[in-house]
């Protein structure tokens, strides 16, 4: 069995290939995908080469984590029947080439406990369950804070900081201010304001989030804390973070690292989503064909117009 694959052989080239697929096995699924996001967190960090080393890191790779598909195919020990739509947070079943995350294919093989079904009704939409679960763990970090302290603060206006903000709203907290300093993606709030950091004067935030990836910031955030704050660590920092000790000590700051979403954080925004409470409209603004991966790719990390770039693998099953 095979499929067609985005291959990214090394740092800015991009491949449309055909690759052969690990034959399923009892526990697994074998998924059409419809359709998948780019990640302009993680992906762009493989597209350019300055993602950190860890276990599974090396070119070539199929990157994606945002799939959506249908199951064509299921192992006798499966949960998950043939004709199942289900979010697929990427697969390993490329042989040689690495899959990280491996959700970029128009078929794929997964293992059956990996997959989480998904309403219809979300369509495309699905393709952001990720990022939604992504921002969902920053605030809750898996349900297992004693009390959760709700941005009153968040940093950058791409789709993660709209989903922590409309999460926020959607909870009951208090809308809280988002900084963006691209006037065009300031644009697009619903129900809590954005504003560019020299317009805003407040200097008791009790939560800033920040999803900006600037590894330099954070001296002018804890400018903005309130005695006891907090500053959490919600986007992805390739060099080193480093703070001016003195004021953080003033202010008695803490600094936490959001880490990475876990299957729990997955099912409460499915949950959310599909009932209706949390908004995922308007958050994908471009479409591509994976035979033009390169274009779809350089669009998705280099046009500030761009929040989420999703590719439509239907015409390639």
């Given at each position: 069995m095979k499929t067609m694959a985005i291959?990214?052989?090394?740092?800015?080239?991009?491949?449309?290939?055909?690759?052969?697929?690990?034959?399923?096995?009892?526990?697994?699924?074998?998924?059409?995908?419809?359709?998948s996001g780019i990640s302009t967190g993680t992906e762009k960090?493989?597209?350019?080469?300055?993602?950190?080393?860890?276990?599974?890191?090396?070119y070539p790779l199929v990157p994606g984590y945002e799939s959506?598909?249908?199951?064509?195919?299921?192992?006798?020990?499966?949960?998950?029947?043939v004709g199942s739509r289900v979010f697929v947070p990427g697969a390993r079943c490329y042989g040689e080439v690495r899959g990280l995350f491996g959700g970029?294919?128009?078929?794929?093989?997964?293992?059956?406990?990996?997959?989480?079904?998904?309403?219809?009704?979300?369509?495309?939409?699905?393709?952001?369950l990720a990022l939604a679960a992504t921002a969902y763990h920053a605030v809750a970090v898996g349900g297992k804070r004693e009390k959760i302290v709700p941005p009153d603060l968040i940093v950058g206006h791409g789709v993660l900081g709209r989903l922590l903000a409309r999460m926020t709203v959607v909870a009951g907290f208090a809308p809280p201010t988002v900084w963006e300093t691209n006037g065009r993606r300031a644009?697009?709030?619903?129900?809590?304001?954005?504003?560019?950091?020299?317009e805003d004067t407040r200097r008791d935030y009790r939560a800033i989030y920040d999803v900006s990836g600037d590894s330099q910031i954070l001296d002018r955030l804890v400018q903005?804390?309130?005695?006891?704050?907090?500053?959490?660590?919600?986007?992805?920092?390739?060099?080193?973070?480093?703070?001016?000790?003195?004021?953080?000590?003033?202010?008695e700051a803490t600094f936490r690292c959001a880490a990475e979403w876990q299957r729990p954080d997955l099912l409460a925004v499915k949950e959310l989503t599909e009932s209706g409470r949390l908004s995922l409209d308007g958050l994908i603004t471009h479409h591509g064909d994976p035979m033009h991966a390169d274009s779809a790719y350089r669009t998705a990390f280099g046009d500030s117009d761009c929040l989420k770039m999703v590719l439509d693998w239907r015409s390639c099953q």
């Open positions: 291959v990214l052989e090394e740092p800015e080239h991009i491949a449309f290939s055909s690759l052969d697929l690990t034959p399923p096995g009892a526990d697994d699924v074998v998924v059409d995908i419809e359709f960090l493989l597209w350019n080469g300055r993602m950190p080393k860890f276990p599974g890191m090396g959506v598909g249908r199951v064509v195919e299921a192992g006798p020990n499966a949960r998950h029947a970029a294919a128009s078929k794929v093989v997964v293992a059956d406990s990996r997959v989480v079904p998904v309403s219809e009704s979300l369509g495309q939409e699905a393709v952001l644009l697009g709030g619903d129900g809590y304001t954005v504003i560019h950091p020299d903005r804390l309130a005695p006891g704050g907090e500053v959490v660590l919600a986007g992805f920092y390739t060099d080193p973070i480093n703070f001016a000790f003195a004021p953080a000590f003033m202010r």
